[in-house]
């Protein structure tokens, strides 16, 4: 083991301990929000739907002046979105309906963290902590839209 941020000790192949050390949480807020219909969906015994995920992650380090000092912090904006599309054809399918959001996580970070550890965390823990916030979204406007029930797995992190 070898000593990183803040004066953690975190083991070579796990760098998101190293980012864990380094950063605190400040804000989760829903960016962006889509809701699409395509095709009208046929009655559920009339057809063969596929659930399809989406997941994308983004990441910048930002310096901040706040009361006359300088901090940094990270930045990520995580994209979701289920849709639901008839399996039948594998080429350019019928899209039924679909949600789709932006979230933008902000953490202070309290000492350097590297290239890597901010990555694998922002990969992992950012969407992990959205997740929830994803999950409920998911569930208000599907009974909102009065669209049939979307499963949205608790979270993995297995590219789910």
Not at 1 to 17: F, L, Q, Y
Not at 92 to 105: Q, S
Request: proline residues 4%.
């Amino acid at each position: 083991m070898e000593t990183g941020a803040c004066g953690v000790k975190s083991e070579a192949e796990n760098p998101i301990n190293e980012a864990i050390a380094g950063l605190r949480l400040r804000d989760i807020v829903l960016y962006e929000s889509r809701l699409f219909r395509g095709d009208v969906m046929p009655a559920q015994d009339e057809v063969e739907a596929l659930q399809q995920h989406k997941r994308g992650v983004r990441f910048s380090v930002e310096e901040q002046d706040r009361a006359g000092s300088s901090t940094r912090e990270l930045h990520v904006m995580v994209s979701l979105g289920e849709r639901v599309v008839d399996c039948v054809t594998d080429q350019d399918p019928k899209v039924y309906f679909g949600i789709e959001a932006d979230y933008f996580v902000v953490y202070d970070m309290i000492c350097p963290i590297s290239q890597d550890a901010l990555r694998a965390f922002s990969d992992f823990n950012a969407v992990h902590n959205v997740w929830p916030f994803w999950r409920q979204h998911v569930f208000d406007l599907i009974g909102k839209a009065r669209l049939p029930t979307l499963q949205v797995p608790l979270f993995t992190g297995d590219g789910q």
